[in-house]
Nanobody, 115 residues
């Protein structure tokens, strides 16, 4: 069983930065894909960024050039560096891990960007 622990959420002013972390624990040999999703009130959960075991990344168009996803395989941790934050980025952010055919979700962390 894989458990995901997220940290780094909070309140920030527009234009500011935050860094999210998601650490996976359990019996893990090699995680295939790690990523971040977000869900704003009244909206569908959407992909923010993902990163494969080989380092290939993809981003939602709305966050390209502002967010950077990275991973530390030794720590089984994925990060999301968020710069130039906008009020539209306000949402609950969820860590997601694909591991051996299963999908694991974190509990979610609130990001609020004020204007």
């Amino acid at each position: 069983q894989v458990r995901l622990v997220e940290s780094g959420g909070g309140l920030v002013q527009a234009g500011g930065s935050l860094r999210l972390s998601c650490a996976a624990s359990g019996t893990i040999f090699s995680i295939n894909v790690m990523g971040w999703y977000r869900q704003a009130p009244g909206k569908q959960r959407e992909l923010v960024a993902g990163i494969s075991s080989g380092g290939s990344t993809n981003y939602a168009d709305s966050v390209k050039a502002r967010f950077t996803i990275s991973r530390d395989n030794a720590k089984n941790t994925v990060y999301l560096q968020m710069n130039s934050l906008k009020p539209e980025d306000t949402a609950v952010y969820f860590c997601k891990v694909n591991y051996r055919g299963y999908v694991y979700w974190g509990q979610g962390t609130q990001i609020t960007v004020s204007s």
